[in-house]
């Protein structure tokens, strides 16, 4: 949790993480370009059936030896993970250690708490030199302003603080924020929105992700 104590020393590593604005309007590209699977055991945290993360660990591990397992709360997904012998338990599973967690527009859905106990369980299960992939919305847009405002379950996330305090933990983070459009708009309500950030000195930008490498032991 951000205690008062952590928190300050997080405005002093400010300038160690900083974001790089990437003007993408389809960013999601950008993130599964990043995002190695290869030859990689993958847990997907808070996945559903048949993500995006799952298809990429298909595209990228044809016929490899290396497994995809998920974890989720939706009775539905967890069926299809128990058909498929994908399930793993985040929470209570100690058997195994894995290359890539993934955690996919659901750690904004975690209490700070939860936040905290999320990092130290991903730092445990990854391997050395695992990595950590997050993606998050962007708060400074007045797009997802208006998006957090409809759903009660997002809890804003400040992402340099995240990126900073997430270091804390073991690892060390990369940082990066991208796409400025939203699909379900059309392009002159979108190019409305991208002047109208720009114009009350926001960011027309949606799209926060995360590359999160463990470098120590505790």
Known sequence: MKNLTNYREIMLK?????????????FGSFINNERNFLNKDVLDFGCD????????????????????????????TINWLNENSFYYDFWLDNNKKFDVINASEVYEHLENELRENFLKRCFDLLKSGGVLYIDIPYIANLNIIE???????????????????????????????GGYTVPYY??????????????????????????AKKINEK
């Open 186 to 211: 059309g392009l002159f309500v979108n190019l409305y929105r991208i002047f109208t950030n720009l114009i009350l000195g926001f960011k027309p930008f949606l799209v926060t992700f995360i590359i």
């Open 49 to 76: 059936i048949e993500s995006n993360c799952y298809k990429q660990f298909l595209i990228q591990n044809n016929n490899s030896k290396n497994k995809y397992y998920g974890f989720d709360l939706s009775h539905t």
């Open 147 to 177: 998006f957090f405002r409809r759903d009660r379950t997002h809890k804003p996330v400040a992402c340099e603080d995240e990126a900073i305090y997430i270091n804390q933990f073991g690892f060390e983070t990369e940082l990066f924020v």
């Open 14 to 26: 400010k300038n160690i993480v900083k974001p790089k604005y990437l003007w993408f309007t389809t």
